[in-house]
């Protein structure tokens, strides 16, 4: 029947994604007349009232197909999970031992069983509420907008108040806010890899160039929510939004199981190691007490239970807790976590790569200079830049609205009106400059360009001197690079600026026309360095966090702000030196090399692949759409809330403040979660299999069972209950100061270590138990079991504070005041069922009063030896966690 269900289902998944492609397609070839009229739209947009009420139609425009953060689907996760199904099976057998099988019905045990379940169930799925409330509330602090006409008037608004039927203007770094009809494109490229896989950009087009049979991905005048504007710029008009869209069709298949993380693969190998260890102590209990004392049943209900007793129901509840806790904390500190496993990963880096605007410098571009070839101010090169910058629609960006700032304490606003646009070459990244074509009231066009200065002079065939257009030949090209190179070294990053009379009287303006261009001057800019920037890195280098500059910028200019805020200079590779390396060469250059200038966006993605390739953790932070290539390469993508769309959609942290020190705050607080973490697994595995020794050693030699089910299923609730308090815990410094990866061979080695010493110190407690308190014959097995109840959970609630730190715990560190309270009510809770009545409840018998200093000699014994063993492994391994 299932397989039916889910025949059914995928059927009717084909059937949707075949009527929107369907309804897509038709949309292509409407005239622009008939596609208003069927969207009730004009080329003026939608009245607010219209939006309203096709928000209310449609609904918010975000894609719910396929998502699994609902509150139902988060009840399941918290129930249903490996460690509470071995719990449920567990459950299962005891009900037919202890109350089908059994003549006198013993309900004890299992309804112990169902409430470490229904609690450690119920403790998830409210961490899980939490975190999924501060994750939804976090999430509001970033949002991505999208520009749209409205009552005639193009404004911002969320992207999820997207209707269809509105006209929205996209350019370069913006994402598709659903699918769309483009009705103007200038030099439009479009990345839509997510849907097809292709990773070159596709030009689309205002005009249908397609026939009716052309897969619906490369209609030219259609473009679809999930891909983002390269470069160039658009108007478009929306066709259907959220579930409705070509990928919310998609969604089912879509949202299949991505890669997993390095914090998931960690998670996953010691669950899987918990489990391996979990099944290889019950079959050998259940052969050793079978056999020994002929037993069986008692025997299998034993064995059960202590794979009950091992099972570390509460690793999903301390995951969540802390990294929900560690999320929120780090929100304090301006750094807000798209995905809960990036806070590990965080932490782990060890190589920062950013880019050097706005995170090394104030991001406050000024203009200092306007300058002819000769270097000399002129006011003339201001004019033209301002014309530039000023009728440009494309990617708004600091360097035109620097120039337009000047240009106002000139009063150049006068000249606009002599002027009007006739069209624009937009920016893009391998031109690295852009056009505009403007038409005086005489009619005459002109064809102005500015850009990187060596992309610039590369276009020009003429240059102007003293009012002359001459020849671009070898002296004035040595003459206006030295002109640049002299500035340049200062610290000014510039801009060329070229011009053209000669232009075409009609057609369309494309990059063929940027050619025999006349070199009229230098515009300098300076946007000096960050106070804060040189203590971050710093700090960062103390973390042990290298900082690594992939810069567009030149060579001297990178140099200048580098120098100044402590990254390392003495090496310097450019985009140039980074193509003409092989895989092999790079691999060598990024061990010592710190800064890399005039980088296109695919050698960054390179350069940052090359550092993962050699081992590291890298961190790529930036907010441009050259980012994004070497967003999604790194390990954890870091973004700032101004970033453009798609490298908001990309990063895994974003920073509500684009400032290297609160990046480094949250890499602390990313190493404390983690820490936090590690302390139960390490906790877990060490007690598990030191239990596992004890278990065995007390099977062979016992002529009774040690303990109980009821009583270890008891214990094990409460040692869960005073784990409660390590979300909240403290970390110590010296473990913050490097980074921290999950490394299974040094869980193994810690647990090679702690488990067998808590073995012999359960030994120990036996040999007392049944020589000096006398607990030796099967009719005092009930004293022997109270006894080792009371030593087990004590001793387990010891071990939180050992394992915590690598220091003296409480003299050296002090744990925090919830891990107190949640282990000092287990320590009181375990002594009070120990030496009193209550003991009876579970099957045991309250400890005579002699027991108690023996009690405090085990304890204190294993402390000391625990401390002793603690400076011997960190001795050998130098680490403690």
């Given amino acids: 029947m299932n397989f039916i269900n889910r025949k059914n289902h995928g059927r009717q998944i084909q059937k949707n994604k075949l009527e929107t492609e369907n309804k897509i397609r038709s949309y292509a070839f409407l005239t622009v007349e008939e596609l208003f009229a069927h969207l009730s739209s004009a080329h003026a947009g939608l009245t607010s009232l219209d939006a309203e009420n096709r928000q209310n139609e449609f609904g918010k425009n975000v894609i719910t197909i396929g998502n699994k953060n609902t509150t139902l689907h988060r009840l399941k996760e918290a129930i249903v999970n490996p460690f509470n199904i071995i719990l449920l099976i567990v ?49 509001k602090m970033i949002s991505n907008k999208s520009s749209v006409r409205r009552d005639g008037k193009l404004i911002e608004i969320p992207m999820d108040e997207i209707v269809p039927g509105d006209v929205v203007w996209l350019s370069a770094g913006d994402m598709l806010p659903g699918d769309v009809r483009f009705l103007i494109t200038k030099d439009t490229f479009v990345a839509q890899a997510a849907l097809t896989g292709e990773s070159n950009p596709v030009e689309k087009f205002s005009d249908a160039r397609n026939k009716q049979d052309d897969t619906l991905t490369d209609l030219c005048n259609i473009g679809f929510m999930g891909s983002n504007i390269v470069s160039g710029s658009a108007t478009a008009i929306i066709l259907t939004t959220g579930n409705n869209t070509y990928f919310g069709s998609m969604a089912k298949t879509l949202s299949g199981d991505r890669a997993e993380t390095s914090f998931e693969r960690g998670v996953n190998s010691v669950s899987r190691l918990l489990l391996r260890m979990m099944l290889v102590m019950v079959p050998i209990v259940f052969l050793i007490n079978g056999l020994l004392k002929n037993d069986w049943p008692s025997s299998l209900f034993f064995a059960v239970s202590i794979a009950a007793g091992l099972t570390p129901e509460m690793l999903p509840v301390i995951l969540t807790s802390t990294l929900a806790k560690g999320a929120i904390t780090m929100s304090k500190h301006k ?42 101010d002129d006011v003339r090169i201001l004019r033209h830049a301002y014309l530039n910058s000023y009728f440009q629609t494309g990617l708004n960006n600091l360097i035109d609205i620097a120039i337009i700032n000047r240009a106002a304490k000139y009063n150049l606003e006068n000249i606009l009106e002599n002027y009007s646009r006739v069209d624009e070459i937009p920016f893009d990244f391998s031109r690295r400059r852009m056009s505009v074509v403007l038409t005086d009231k005489t009619g005459k066009r002109q064809l102005i360009t500015k850009g990187a200065v060596e992309e610039m002079i590369a276009i020009s065939s003429f240059v102007e001197i003293h009012g002359r257009v001459l020849p671009m030949d070898e002296e004035t090209r040595h003459m206006a690079l030295a002109t640049y190179e002299k500035h340049n070294a200062d ?16 057609g369309a303006f494309g990059v063929k026309d940027e050619c025999n261009m006349v070199l009229i001057g230098f515009l300098g800019f300076l946007d000096p360095p960050k106070e804060s920037a040189k203590a971050a890195i710093t700090t960062l280098k103390e973390h042990g966090v290298r900082t690594v500059v992939l810069t567009g910028d030149s060579e001297s200019v990178a140099l200048k702000v580098c120098g100044k805020v402590g990254v390392n200079t003495s090496r310097l590779i450019t985009g140039r030196d980074v193509d003409h390396m092989d895989d092999a060469v790079l691999l060598d250059a990024v061990n010592t090399c710190d800064l890399f200038a005039k980088l296109s966006p695919s050698q960054k993605e390179r350069v940052v692949r090359a550092f993962q390739t050699a081992g ?20 954890v993508g870091i973004s700032v809330d101004s970033a453009v769309d798609i490298a908001k959609e990309t990063a895994d942290i974003i920073l509500l403040e684009k400032d290297l020190m ?8 990313g190493r404390r979660t983690f820490g936090n973490i590690i302390k139960y697994i390490k906790m877990a595995t060490s007690g598990n299999f030191g239990n596992m020794i004890s278990v065995i050693v ?23 209950f005073s784990q409660m308090g390590i979300p909240f815990d403290s970390v110590d410094k010296e473990y913050i100061k490097k980074p921290r990866k999950w490394e299974t061979d040094s869980i193994k080695s810690f647990m090679a270590y702690m488990g067998p010493l808590s073995s012999v110190f359960d030994i120990l407690c036996f040999v007392i138990l049944w020589r000096v308190i006398g607990a030796n014959s099967t009719e005092l097995a009930p004293l022997f079991q109270s006894g080792w109840f009371l030593f087990g959970t004590v001793s387990q609630v010891l071990v939180i504070h050992i394992i915590r730190t690598g220091r003296v715990p409480f003299l050296q560190s002090k744990p925090s005041l919830p891990l107190i309270v949640s282990s000092s009510i287990v320590v009181v809770v375990s002594i009070a069922v120990g030496f ?7 099957d045991m018998m309250p400890l005579p009063v002699a027991f108690s200093p023996w009690l405090v000699l085990i304890l204190s014994g294993y402390f000391l030896f625990a401390q002793l063993i603690k400076k011997f492994y960190i001795r050998r391994y130098k680490e403690w966690l």
């Fill in 616 to 635: 590291h953790t890298v961190g790529y932070m930036g907010d441009g759409i050259n980012d994004a290539s070497a967003l999604r390469q790194a390990d």
């Fill in 335 to 376: 750094v807000i976590v798209r995905t809960l496993g990036a806070i590990q990963t965080f932490g782990e880096m060890d190589v920062l790569c950013t880019d050097k605007t706005g995170t090394l410098t104030e991001d406050k571009i000024a203009l200092e200079k306007y300058m002819n070839v000769h270097g000399e």
């Fill in 836 to 842: 009193s009545r209550l003991a009876i409840g579970i």
């Fill in 91 to 139: 459950a299962v057998v005891t009900y037919f031992t202890d109350v089908v099988a059994s003549k006198k019905p013993d309900y004890l045990t299992v309804s112990i069983i169902l409430s470490l379940v229904f609690l450690s169930g119920l403790v998830a799925f409210v961490q899980n509420q939490r975190s999924n409330a501060a994750a939804e509330k976090l999430s």
């Fill in 662 to 669: 609160v990046l480094e705050e949250g890499v602390i607080e």
């Fill in 698 to 720: 007390a099977s062979i030699f016992l002529p009774f069972l040690p303990m109980l089910p009821v009583q270890i299923l008891t214990q094990n609730l409460l040692c869960d």
């Fill in 491 to 506: 610290g000014l990053r510039m801009v060329a600026v070229a011009q053209k009379n000669e232009v075409p009287g009609s």
